[in-house]
């Protein structure tokens, strides 16, 4: 029996994981055990992911909760090692690029503990990103790489990393939107609890930490926001890090008529925001994409993107958060446009093929 250890601690990597999970349950000769960082704690930021993609109860929760990125780090590092010295799992399984990756990442390598990467060579180019630094550490520690798309392949190549040891897979994201679009079409509920209608709203996330840390970048999107709500309503399910920012900045998110300031949504609503917004405008990774599984142009409030096919495909296009007008601008603009078919993404499976490729690994390895 293969004993893969997963480590997840933000968001993103929970619904990556169930789509993952319910592989591995799926899957004869393998057994998955997943740790929860503590990373994100708040209901709304974790449990109810677990509740509702019905992702297995993680065997550890850390508790490492938020600080500093080198005190969050170092507390989860500390903490994954105890858990993997008893554990002894024959793999670890890390998600994306957050804290929780390279605390799991690195781990696992100094005890000699083969890692693998989902969403492996993604690059933004920019290492002021706290996300780029994770994920680069991480693609040179890990032992297997699942790129979910050519480009991630290509950056791994520029930087030595070929080989058996790259697989592209596609993106575990399409196989998550894939298996909840019936669930997402049920929710009807969700634009009425916003008072929306189908294709009459904008829906806004913001995060990320050049965004919210920034108190010009995070005024200029905020009244951008207002201005685009003269014309269509706004959504904002607010992550709580953005609460945070705007609270120090003075900033008062809900006080703009027809923008909708909400808590963190669940998955399956979100779903649903996203398959009937006529934008979707966000810094997100996933968000990005999965505007694009419901067909649905969006905007990215960011000077770069990792996900550069729906740009050159022109389902995306960026917006450097420059201006309340240049964000206004874009967002109204983006209305209606539809860009090229294509499947850059993969075919759905990517879920089946990480388990796969664990244990023809394996198997070769010998690890088993
Ligand atoms: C993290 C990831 C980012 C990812 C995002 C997904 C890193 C460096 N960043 O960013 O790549 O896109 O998760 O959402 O790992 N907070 C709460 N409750 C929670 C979680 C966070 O209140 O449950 C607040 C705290 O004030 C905390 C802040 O949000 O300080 C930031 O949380 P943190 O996990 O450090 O980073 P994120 O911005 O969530
Ligand atoms: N998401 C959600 N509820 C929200 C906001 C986002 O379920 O209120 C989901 C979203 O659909 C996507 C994932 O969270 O699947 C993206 O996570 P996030 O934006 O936090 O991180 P990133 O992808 O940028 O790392």
Redesign the pocket.
Known sequence: MLRVLTVVG???QFIKAAAVSRAFAKATGVEESILHTG????DA??EQFFRELKIPTPCWNLGVG?SS?GA?TGRMLEQIEAVLLEARPDWVLVYG????TLAGALASVKLHIPVAHVEAGLRSFNRRM??EI?RVLTDHAADLLFAPTETAVKNLADEGLTGEKVVNCGDVMYDVALASREDAARMGDALHRFGVKPGGFVLATV?R?ENTDDPERLRNLVHGFAIVARQLPVVMPL???TR?SAEASGLDLGAHAGVVVTEPVGYIEMAALESEAAVVATD??GVQKEAYFHGRPCVTLRDETEWVELVQMGWNTLCPPNSPAAVAEAVLGAIGRKGAEGTPYGEGRASELIVEGLLARSATSGSV
């Open positions: 933000a968001r993103p990373q994100h704690y708040d930021m974790s938020s990125h969050q690029d957050t804290n929780s706290p996300e994770n995060h930490a992550h709580p890090r945070a997100s990774g």
